[in-house]
């Protein structure tokens, strides 16, 4: 965004909030917003790091997703009468394409928060985390949701 039209912006904001158009109200609202973008220039030039808050962002209604969903699937299957049909208990091992700790606890951690699902364990060389499902439809399907969901997502936060 270019930092004149920026000032211009910030100017009427100003002005529109005191509630007075007056031109030497004009004038202190664009010194105000003028000392605001030098001030905040960093921020404005890197586009990286909104990039980034983005991503964050986009990681975080994810997982509240698959949080609401996730609840709805163990209280439909712990309203059933039947839980030896509802429940289909696994351990799988998913290959993971993150690498350092960080990812690798975040990712983990979110599973675990997920209901229904829990991390058990890491591969000591951090290729593989073994995963425990409650209920598990198909191991390929599972595997694919972790690794085009959560783990997309992780990775692309922490480019």
Known sequence: MNAAFLVVILALVWAGISGSFSGLNLVLGAIVGG???????????????????RRIISLAFLFLYELFVSAVRVA???????????????????????QS?????????????TPGTLSVD??????????????????????????????KKIREVFE
């Open 35 to 53: 000392v605001a973008v030098l001030v905040l220039r960093e921020a404005f030039a890197r586009p990286s790091a909104m990039r980034r808050i």
């Open 76 to 98: 439909l299957v712990v309203l059933r009468p039947d839980l030896s049909n509802a429940v289909r208990p696994a351990i799988i091992a998913v290959p993971l394409t993150v």
């Open 101 to 113: 700790d960080a990812e690798i606890t975040l990712l983990a951690n979110m599973i675990t928060l």
């Open 122 to 151: 890491v591969a000591a060389d951090k290729s593989v985390l073994y995963v425990h499902a409650l209920h598990m439809a198909g191991k390929d399907a599972m595997i694919a949701d972790i690794a085009n969901g959560f783990e």
